[in-house]
Structure formats: C-alpha cells, structure tokens
C-alpha cells in the first residue's frame, strides 16, 4: 500500500496547555526519550513528514500536502501497531483511544490549525483500545521520558551492533542495554543499565569520573561534564552540555548546564543556559501537590504530582546561585538573576529575580540570542526572529 502524505497536526487547546514549549515550536518537534516525536513518526513511516501549525508558525513549518493525507496527533507518539492501523484506515474516518484524536485520512487541502476541531468533529469515529502515550502538559514530558526512551532505543538499535565501551569504564547490567553510536567517547565513568537502557548518540562524550543511571539519553555531539551524577529518566539533547546532578529531566537541544547544581523533573527548550550553582526545587517541604502556571486558565493549576521542578522555555537564561522554587514555569527569552526564590512564574522576555522584574526588551533579548547561536555557527532566521518578536507582544501583559 502507498503511503499517503504525512502531516502531524497541532491540536490548539493541546498546543496552548504546552506553552511555553509550544511557543517557538510545533507539538511534533518536542523531544521526548531520545527522538523528537516528528523523528519517531518518520522512522516509523519512513518517510518525512510536516506540520499543521498555528499561523505566526507557519514560515518555520512550511506545510506539504498531497492528494491523500494522513494527519497524526502530534502529541501521540507512535508504535509499530498505531502505524499499521493508520496506514490501514479508510478515508474520512478517525482513529481514538478513549477520547483521544489518533488521526485520520482526508483529500482535503483546506484544513487548517484554527479548523482542524471541526473537521474531526464531523468524521466517524474509530476506537483504539491498545496502549497510548501522549503529551498534553508540560511535565508530561518528564513524566512519560523513561517509556518513550524504552520505545526510541529498541527504533534505533534494533538489528544494530554498539560501538566497544573502552575499558576504563565499569559497566553494571547488561551490556544489551547500552548502545554508543561512532564517534562518541565514554571514558572513566560508571553506567549501571540495570535500571533502563543507555543511549550515547553520534559524537557526544561522557568525561571522566562520571555516574549515570539508565534509562538515559545523550543525543548527538552532546556531553556530559566531569563527575556529573545522572538520574533516569533523562535526555540530554543534541549539542547539549550537562554537569551537576540531574534527575528525570529533558533538555532540547543546544542548551547548557555546565556547573555544579540541581535539576530535577524539568524540560528546558533550546539555547538555554544555566549558571553556575542553578538549582530547583522538584519537592515541597510539606510533600504535597505541585501546582504549575498554564497559560490556559492563566493561574496555577494542580499537576497531580509530588515532584515537579522547572519549565523553561527557548532562549532563557539564569544567572549564578540562581533558586528556582517547586513548580516554577519560565516563558522565552528570560534573563533571571539575583538572590532568593524568584517568582514561579516568569512571563518571555522578563529581566531580574525576586526583588524586581523589568521588561527584557525586544532588542536587548533579540541581541542575546544571536550571540549564543553564533558559538555554535548558526544565526536567526528571519522566520525565527518574527515569532520571537509574536511571543514578546503576546506575554506583554503577564508583564509589570
């Protein structure tokens, strides 16, 4: 059977409950385990795919569409049993597992992200009673990791033979639970894979004297810095650096923890820094539920967990011996600094700590950023620089 075209679809309430991660980004390109779940659909597929984004996204995400199109949930990610019945489905039907949007068949070239809902609402119902792992919050990202590095790891090793781990290191566990890609160098370190697998992704290094506890991901040219402490379930992403301890957490791509100090049961976007001796707070003192800022009812709203740290979103920075409390949520290109517990929610392009936030203005932030990806040789695209200026105009007034 052809393939039809793929596009993975951003449900708005979804796509608003995930801010501010879904701020500079499709649903699709959030990373989750080892690949980002557009990755996960196009290994699955073999094939690539685009995305169905709301409008001020669209110039990031140019949108393919073909005769016939399979649209994809992309907060669902995929499962060898999900992509046959998808590839299998009738036209015009849709695909749920308990009140769930899977995905679905049409010829259709008009739907768009502010029409997608009534589209589904007029298609004829399909139910999946199977397992499903999706995203709808923030912390579902921390959540969900260890089942979704699981997934990825058997996706990218499978029929695969490990590069040789070099004998400085010692290794507890299986050695079928650890996978090291060409390129990467893992030298005087302990990883114990009995806990979950390890992944070591083309030409990331882990330094020596370092602990790691699977399940684990160090994606590609990312590294681990001396006598780090790693706690599953956690992700390193492409071209990250990592020191500290960190537990149960996810970083995106090109962002730094490069010090001493604590993350735990948070995500971090891209190009984002933390300085030296950062920590969060993933427990409160009284061991109740966390509460976590939603740009969706604009207050805080119960997460139903017990540990639950810092969202922070692309761009954003902390200063040294910066405390970020339980639950605390940063929006886009932030720049907190200073002594105490700043607020736990932090508005995009916000400048100061607890005693006093200012606007970090446009410009200024703008500035900051292009500094930071020209270390790695990359500059802003004008695509990049107009959501930017979106989210700048639409968090003005979460701004004092």
Request: proline share 4%; net charge negative; with cysteine.
């Amino acid at each position: 059977m052809e393939n039809s075209n793929l596009i993975l679809f951003d449900l708005p309430e979804t796509w608003k409950s995930l801010l501010p991660l879904t701020f500079t980004r499709s649903i699709a390109d959030i990373r989750i385990g080892i690949l980002t779940i557009k990755e996960k659909w196009e290994q699955h597929f073999k094939q690539n795919a685009s995305c169905l984004v709301t409008a001020y996204l669209s110039d990031k995400y140019p949108l393919s569409k073909g005769k016939s199109n399979l649209y994809i949930n992309g907060a669902v990610l995929p499962t060898p049993v999900l992509t046959d019945l998808l590839q299998q489905l009738p036209d015009n039907k849709l695909l749920v597992a308990a009140g769930t949007i899977i995905g679905f068949k049409s010829a259709d070239t008009g739907i768009t992200f502010d029409t997608i809902n009534d589209h589904i609402a007029n298609l004829t119902r399909i139910e999946f009673g199977g397992d499903l792992l999706f995203i709808s919050q923030p912390y579902d990202i921390f959540k969900l990791n260890a089942a979704a590095i699981d997934q990825d790891f058997d996706l990218l090793t499978f029929g695969r033979e490990s590069q040789h781990l070099s004998k400085t290191n010692i290794l507890i566990g299986p050695s079928s639970n650890l996978f090291i890609e060409e390129g990467a160098i893992v030298e005087a370190s302990i990883l114990n894979t009995n806990t979950g697998p390890i992944y070591i992704g083309k030409g990331a290094e882990i330094m020596e004297n370092c602990a790691v506890r699977g399940p684990f991901a160090l994606c590609e040219h990312a590294g681990l810095k001396m006598s780090t402490k790693i706690y599953g379930a956690t992700t390193i992403g492409p071209y990250c650096k990592a020191g500290g301890e960190i537990n149960n957490s996810v970083m995106f791509a090109y962002s730094n923890k490069g010090h001493d100090g604590f993350l735990g049961n948070s995500v971090l976007g891209e190009w984002c820094n933390l300085g030296a001796d950062t920590n969060n707070s993933n427990l409160k003192n009284n061991y109740s539920e966390v509460d976590l800022w939603s740009y969706t009812t604009e207050k805080s709203v119960g997460t139903g967990l017990q540990f639950c740290g810092l969202i922070m979103g692309d761009h954003s920075k902390s200063g040294i011996n910066t405390m970020f409390n339980t639950g605390g949520v940063v929006g886009v290109s932030a720049n907190i600094f200073g002594a105490d517990f700043p607020p736990k929610f932090i508005p995009s392009f916000s400048w100061g700590g607890a005693a006093w936030l200012r606007t970090f203005t446009f410009d200024k932030g703008l500035e900051v950023a292009s500094r930071m990806m020209e270390r790695r040789s990359l500059t802003l695209s004008e695509a990049e620089i107009s959501i930017l200026k979106h989210v700048y105009d639409h968090d003005s007034k979460y701004r004092k």
